[in-house]
C-alpha cells in the first residue's frame, strides 16, 4: 500500500480536529452533564418567576450544557414549582462556575413566593407542551401572560382565582380593590387568544367569566380582539386581527410590547 500525499494527510488530519471540535461543541443535556458528575449545579428561586442555576465545572475541559424548555424544578423549603420556558445553552470552563437566569412560571397559583434553594427534577408536564412549543418561536411573548396560560392548562383558572393571584404576585389589584388594570384586562384578553390557539376544542372558566368579557369589551387596548374572541360582529365591515397575533409578532400589531414601547416613546416625547 503506498502511503498517502502529505497535502491528503494534512487533510485527513485537519478534517479530523474540526470535527473533534463540533463535537466538544456540541451541548450535553443538563440531565446528562449532572449523572455524569461532569457537573454540579445549585438553584435558586421564588416559586413563581424567577429561577437561577449555578452550573460548577470540576473537570478538565470546558462543558457546554442545554438546559430544555419544560425542566422542572421544585423548592428545598415550601412546596412551590416552577417550569422553565424556554430553553437555554451555557458554557462551563473548566474548574469554573457559571450562572444562569432562567424564563419560568409557577405551576401552581397556590405558590408561596418565598425565596429559596430549589432542586432540579426529572419531573415533566405533557399538559404545557403546546404552549412550550409555541413559546419557542415567540422569543418576546411576555412572561405574563405564559404564567396565566400556564394556570388555565393547568388549573382551569377562574376570574376570581386570577384577580387572586394578581394580588398576591405583587400586581396592580390591591386587594382592597379587586379590579384590573386596563393593562391586566388585556393580558387576560392575550390569554383567552393564546388558549384558543393551543386548545380550540377545550372549555375556560376565564374565557366564560361575564364580568371579564364586559370589561374586555368596553376596554379599548383590546376591545377589538375581545369582540373576535367572543364571537361578536365588529361592523362597518371591519377586519378584526389574526389571533396568532395577540402575542408580539411584528412591529404595530398592539400586543403588550408594543402598546409598553408606545406609551414609552409618549413619554420621552413629554419630556
Same mark, same amino acid.
Given at each position: 500500500?503506498?502511503?498517502?500525499?502529505?497535502?491528503?494527510?494534512?487533510?485527513?488530519?485537519?478534517?479530523?480536529?474540526?470535527?473533534?471540535?463540533?463535537?466538544?461543541?456540541?451541548?450535553?443535556?443538563?440531565?446528562?452533564?449532572?449523572?455524569?458528575?461532569?457537573?454540579?449545579?445549585?438553584?435558586?428561586?421564588?416559586?413563581?418567576?424567577?429561577?437561577?442555576?449555578?452550573?460548577?465545572?470540576?473537570?478538565?475541559?470546558?462543558?457546554?450544557?442545554?438546559?430544555?424548555?419544560?425542566?422542572?424544578?421544585?423548592?428545598?423549603?415550601?412546596?412551590?414549582?416552577?417550569?422553565?420556558?424556554?430553553?437555554?445553552?451555557?458554557?462551563?470552563?473548566?474548574?469554573?462556575?457559571?450562572?444562569?437566569?432562567?424564563?419560568?412560571?409557577?405551576?401552581?397559583?397556590?405558590?408561596?413566593?418565598?425565596?429559596?434553594?430549589?432542586?432540579?427534577?426529572?419531573?415533566?408536564?405533557?399538559?404545557?407542551?403546546? /404552549? &412550550?412549543?409555541? @413559546? *419557542?418561536? =415567540?422569543?418576546?411573548?411576555?412572561? %405574563? +401572560?405564559?404564567?396565566?396560560?400556564? $394556570?388555565?392548562? !393547568?388549573?382551569?383558572?377562574?376570574?376570581?382565582?386570577?384577580?387572586?393571584?394578581?394580588?398576591?404576585?405583587?400586581?396592580?389589584?390591591?386587594?382592597?380593590?379587586?379590579?384590573?388594570?386596563?393593562?391586566?384586562?388585556?393580558?387576560?384578553?392575550?390569554?383567552?387568544? /393564546? &388558549?384558543?390557539? @393551543? *386548545?380550540? =376544542?377545550?372549555?375556560?372558566?376565564? %374565557? +366564560?367569566?361575564?364580568?371579564?368579557? $364586559?370589561?374586555? !369589551?368596553?376596554?379599548?387596548?383590546?376591545?377589538?380582539?375581545?369582540?373576535?374572541?367572543?364571537?361578536?360582529?365588529?361592523?362597518?365591515?371591519?377586519?378584526?386581527?389574526?389571533?396568532?397575533?395577540?402575542?408580539?409578532?411584528?412591529?404595530?400589531?398592539?400586543?403588550?410590547?408594543?402598546?409598553?414601547? *408606545?406609551?414609552?416613546?409618549?413619554?420621552?416625547?413629554?419630556?
Amino acid at each position: 500500500m503506498k502511503p498517502l500525499p502529505h497535502i491528503v494527510l494534512v487533510a485527513i488530519l485537519l478534517a479530523g480536529a474540526l470535527a473533534g471540535v463540533r463535537a466538544a461543541e456540541t451541548p450535553l443535556p443538563l440531565a446528562a452533564a449532572l449523572e455524569g458528575k461532569r457537573l454540579t449545579v445549585e438553584a435558586n428561586g421564588n416559586g413563581r418567576d424567577q429561577l437561577s442555576l449555578t452550573l460548577r465545572n470540576s473537570s478538565p475541559a470546558a462543558v457546554t450544557v442545554a438546559i430544555p424548555a419544560g425542566l422542572i424544578a421544585e423548592g428545598r423549603e415550601k412546596p412551590d414549582r416552577v417550569i422553565v420556558l424556554r430553553k437555554a445553552e451555557a458554557s462551563i470552563p473548566s474548574q469554573g462556575a457559571v450562572d444562569v437566569a432562567l424564563p419560568v412560571a409557577a405551576l401552581s397559583s397556590k405558590s408561596t413566593g418565598t425565596p429559596q434553594p430549589f432542586v432540579v427534577t426529572a419531573a415533566s408536564e405533557p399538559r404545557l407542551a403546546p /404552549l &412550550l412549543d409555541y @413559546l *419557542a418561536n =415567540q422569543p418576546d411573548a411576555p412572561r %405574563a +401572560t405564559a404564567q396565566i396560560t400556564v $394556570l388555565c392548562l !393547568l388549573e382551569n383558572m377562574s376570574y376570581a382565582q386570577w384577580l387572586q393571584y394578581l394580588a398576591g404576585s405583587a400586581g396592580s389589584v390591591p386587594a382592597s380593590d379587586p379590579h384590573p388594570t386596563p393593562a391586566e384586562v388585556t393580558q387576560a384578553v392575550d390569554v383567552l387568544g /393564546l &388558549l384558543r390557539r @393551543l *386548545a380550540p =376544542q377545550q372549555t375556560f372558566a376565564l %374565557a +366564560t367569566d361575564s364580568e371579564l368579557k $364586559l370589561r374586555a !369589551l368596553r376596554n379599548p387596548w383590546c376591545r377589538v380582539k375581545a369582540m373576535q374572541i367572543y364571537g361578536l360582529n365588529l361592523g362597518d365591515g371591519a377586519v378584526p386581527p389574526d389571533l396568532g397575533q395577540l402575542l408580539h409578532t411584528k412591529p404595530g400589531d398592539n400586543c403588550p410590547i408594543c402598546r409598553q414601547r *408606545a406609551l414609552m416613546e409618549k413619554a420621552a416625547g413629554d419630556l
